[in-house]
């Protein structure tokens, strides 16, 4: 498999939010008339009891095998895989360590301070963050284009940042396929998204999201595939910042190269540090 350019090795972050994103952010066409929504009751619950079962938790970890088509040369999409093993500790800690088809990257907050390495590079950004883990994550996003394809599932209420955007939701069935379980599978969509999802029948943990965004040419196919679930974990302060990077180059927070922030996205909470 060719090697990915070199600019993506500085942040491959940055690329996520390219591939997941960036149909979000074209030209779009004339508004349309949205249509009415058609919000199905039981897929409502399902993602409900999915919101309520993520928020009982103070901490929790597992691992995320996100999968993402790009068109290739003859123009059938070639599949990409990135393995993020997370660790959340609510409200104000995170750790995502970020591997696969592409360089190895780490993300961490605690607290105080975001943290972007980059270990094979040995490059390091640091920055004051805001006191939550959706504040970070927002600052994180405008301020260097980093992304995360489960974002939905950590933020300090899933449902309520879902619900808002709503516009179809419905039930298809279960599954005993996905994630060694049995699954709820439903349906739903935005004006810029529709995802199918399989949520866990008894444990109510999300166990594969598969997106198409309604705006992209390509109509291609983001999956994330959840695993290794573990919560009520409490893990040390250490635990969410890098480790051995003290002779790491000092970067800024910036998206990579050739990369803009979408227009009219606002300046971040917080500003990266003055590097030396």
């Known amino acids: ?67 993402y088509e790009k068109p290739s040369r003859p123009g059938p999409p070639l599949a990409y895989n990135t393995v993020a093993l997370v660790t959340v500790q609510r409200p104000d800690h995170l750790r995502v360590l970020t591997s696969g088809d592409g360089p190895a ?25 805001p006191p939550t883990i959706d504040a970070t994550l927002e600052a994180a996003y405008q301020r260097a284009a980093i992304y995360f394809p489960f974002t939905d599932v950590i933020v300090a209420d899933p449902y309520k940042d879902l619900s808002k955007d709503l516009r179809l939701t419905f039930y298809i069935g ?42 992209d040419p390509t109509q291609s196919r983001h999956q994330v595939a959840f695993s290794d679930w573990k919560l009520e974990s409490a893990m040390p302060e250490q635990f969410f910042r890098p480790q051995n990077s003290e002779k790491a ?28």
């Not at 997941?20 to 199905?40: D, K, T």
């Not at 910036?254 to 606002?266: F, N």
């Open 105 to 129: 990257t780490e993300f961490y907050y605690d607290g105080k301070q975001a943290y972007a390495y980059a270990p094979k590079e040995n490059l390091l950004a640091q920055a004051d963050a």
């Open 174 to 215: 279960q599954s005993t396929v996905v994630g060694d379980t049995t699954t709820d599978v439903i349906a739903y969509a935005s004006d810029t998204v529709f995802v199918q999802a399989w949520v866990g029948t008894q444990d109510k943990l999300p166990r594969m999201l598969r997106a198409v965004f309604r705006d």
């Open 1 to 67: 498999m060719p090697s990915f350019p070199t600019q993506a090795r500085l942040f491959f972050f940055g690329w996520l939010v390219y591939l997941f994103a960036g149909p979000l952010h074209a030209a779009q066409p004339a508004v349309e008339a949205a249509p009415a929504m058609q919000l199905e009751p039981k897929a409502l619950d399902v993602l409900k009891a999915m919101s309520a079962k993520l928020t009982s938790t103070p901490g929790m970890s597992f691992k995320a095998i996100t999968t």
């Open 249 to 276: 180059q000092r970067i800024q927070f910036a998206p990579p190269p050739g990369m803009r922030a979408p227009a009219g996205v606002k300046e971040p909470v917080a500003k990266p540090q003055k590097t030396e």
